[in-house]
């Protein structure tokens, strides 16, 4: 899959990946008006409005963009209905031609990882007959469990040919608590080195054709570490999360980047799906979200070529 990915990133010149993020303060009171007249206020309501909701925007940026990265909770958080809207979403966006990142944030040991990697990229045994359960491109991987909780999901991308991204050093602010941490047995270097050199060496066993199906989570909001982290995992790209809302400019990114202008894929979600509220974009309106959803994209995606042309 790291190979479809690179090269939807070259067709459509945009190495962006659109966070399907939905909230309901998000979601336009006319699909909720629509969604609980059919079926109340109710969860299967408020699924009902946010598969709406993903749906129209994906109609108006799957050209565009190359992937999209739906993060679990926000439908977990809405029982059932909500899965079955994840599901919805991750079937409709295959079925447009956008490569899907799974942000799951898995990180456990043993049977139960492999269950993960099983349920979310590979084929889960009914009897004689197996099946694929909600069948992401990718997805996102926590390492701080150690190479136990990593290991199924090699295996599985290894059958599959699919991918992971693994946490390294990610956008919140709190995240230097521990992730900063020096580590004394590794020459005092902050502990994000230390995985980012465990995630070369999964990577260095998982080649595509230029690039790994192993790659890194790094945020926006540290670019100076980016820069390093670039230099330890040649091979991975590296998904970057913090671009727009949590302060993230092209400017930060071009780090992120090898010299061949590939390397890494940054996410926006509430910037994009949201976009409609930003004094920006007001203009298209709650009924123009997912036009406004298109124009932020393509304002992300100059943003960041400029950035890059310009390094």
């Not at 190495?15 to 998000?26: H, S």
């Not at 990697?117 to 045994?125: D, E, M, Q, S, T």
């Amino acid at each position: 899959m790291i190979n479809q990915l690179i090269s939807k990133i070259k067709k459509t010149g945009a190495p962006i990946v659109v966070g399907l993020d939905p909230m309901m303060k998000f979601v336009p009171e006319h699909i909720q008006r629509k969604a609980f007249a059919e079926y109340g206020e109710t969860l299967e309501g408020a699924a009902e409005a946010i598969w709406q909701y993903n749906k129209e925007i994906v109609e108006h940026i799957y050209d565009i963009v190359p992937a999209v990265k739906p993060q679990i909770a926000m439908y977990e958080q809405f029982g059932i209905p909500g899965l079955m809207a994840f599901k919805k979403t991750i079937d409709y966006c295959k079925e447009k031609g956008l490569m899907v990142i799974g942000d799951i944030k898995r990180g456990d040991i043993g049977s139960t990882s492999e269950a993960y990697a099983v349920g979310h990229l590979g084929k889960v045994h009914v009897g004689s007959k197996s099946f694929y359960g909600f069948d992401e491109d990718f997805a996102t991987v926590n390492p701080y469990l150690g190479s136990d909780g990593v290991k199924p999901f090699l295996k599985v991308c290894q059958e599959e040919k699919k991918g992971i991204f693994v946490l390294v050093k990610t956008s919140n602010p709190s995240s230097g608590e521990l992730q900063d941490r020096l580590i004394a047995d590794a020459g005092n270097r902050p502990l994000y080195e230390v995985v980012g050199e465990q995630v070369n060496e999964w990577a260095a066993g998982l080649m595509g054709e230029s690039y790994s199906y192993v790659g890194a989570v790094v945020g926006a909001t540290y670019p100076e570490m980016g820069k390093t982290l670039r230099k330890i995992m040649p091979k991975s790209y590296i998904l970057v999360p913090g671009y727009g809302a949590q302060g993230g400019k092209g400017k930060d990114l071009v780090h992120f980047f090898n010299e061949d202008g590939l390397g890494a894929v940054v996410n926006s979600s509430r910037g994009i799906i949201a976009a409609y509220q930003q004094e920006k974009y007001a203009s298209f309106g709650p009924e123009g979200f997912g036009e406004a959803a298109r124009a932020a994209a393509e304002d992300m995606r100059e943003d960041i070529r400029q950035a890059l042309e310009s390094r």
